[in-house]
């Protein structure tokens, strides 16, 4: 690095000039080691922080099935694919349990959004009532993901995890897991990125939104989940490939409550929930759309 420094010639201020020069190197010189401490630091900081691509531990929450036995959870997987085999111009497909299934399904509470809001995207719901991560894992692996060329969704919004805290078997008994209240968070955690990458992996040109757990009235359940939340938040993400959104501020009151008019029974929402849920999330879908597909053909995480 030259530096030049300008001074008079008057030799009476030699000393004077000296001094400056020495004061002048010496603040350089202090800086120069603050931005490489500052430089290491945030080097070592991107190093600690886990990546979503990271691999994931095996666990009850992150291990697929073999088969989905249960008949309805069959037919919904059927469902799906039969809906994903004839896409034509699907943007958006909402992935999840009962609380995206009623988007339009079933009890449908939030069918008049939908409908206002979502339509336009040509949208498929992928919900599925009761579901857990490693079913997830399965359809999303299996056939649920299976457009046609040239047919993949612009933007994959998930919604996953709730019930890995409550489900101990599948919806007819057929099969038992080992999930429940005692799950660790970190394998729900883990369970929900699987599903995630398992978007990435398949669907290559997709960008993906993954909501945290929403909050619940069960207080012992919602400090899980909350902290599930935490560490799917503590991720380092593709940037634009995959966003994280933890709509807790929306559904919560200042007393750290859920907001009664906004869910039916303390876990699902009312229209009015689903409302709070499409003013969070349809600015970035319309965000992510705008984007284009992603270009990347490295798939080697």
């Keep these: 690095m030259k530096i030049t420094l300008h001074s008079e010639t008057n030799p009476s201020s030699g000393g004077a000039a000296r001094a400056m020069v020495s004061q002048a190197f010496s603040t350089l010189l202090t800086a120069l080691a603050l931005a490489v401490t500052w430089s290491s630091a945030e080097a070592q900081s991107r190093e600690t922080i886990p990546s979503f691509w990271d691999p994931v531990p095996p666990s009850s929450s992150t291990k697929a099935p073999e088969q989905i036995h249960d008949d309805y959870w069959r037919s919904e997987f059927e469902r799906v694919n039969k809906e994903v085999a004839e896409a034509d111009a699907t943007q958006v497909v909402f992935f999840g349990d009962s609380i995206t299934l009623s988007w339009s399904l079933a009890n449908a509470k939030g069918k008049a959004v939908w409908e206002e809001r979502l339509a336009k995207y040509q949208p498929i719901n992928m919900g599925n009532s009761g579901d857990i991560t ?40 057929k099969v038992k897991w080992d999930l429940g209240m005692e799950t660790p968070p970190a394998e729900v955690a883990d369970g929900i990125r699987a599903v995630a990458q398992a978007f990435r992996r398949k669907l290559t040109t997709t960008r993906v939104i993954v909501l945290g757990i929403l909050p619940v009235k069960d207080q012992t359940k919602w400090a899980k989940c909350r902290e599930t939340n935490r560490i799917l938040a503590s991720y380092n993400y593709p940037k634009d490939e995959v966003v994280f959104i933890d709509l807790e501020d929306q559904f919560l009151d200042a007393q750290g409550t859920i907001k009664p008019e906004l869910f039916t029974d303390g876990t699902h929402l009312t229209p009015e929930g689903y409302e709070v849920m499409a003013d969070a999330i349809v600015p970035q879908i319309e965000r992510l759309i705008g984007m284009g597909p992603i270009k990347s053909t490295d798939q080697s995480k």
């Design 134 to 173: 490693p079913v997830m894992l399965y359809r999303a692996t299996k056939g649920n993901l299976d457009f046609a060329e040239g047919q993949a969704p612009a933007v994959a919004v998930l919604l996953c995890g709730t019930n890995n805290y409550v489900v101990v078997q599948s919806d007819g008994g």
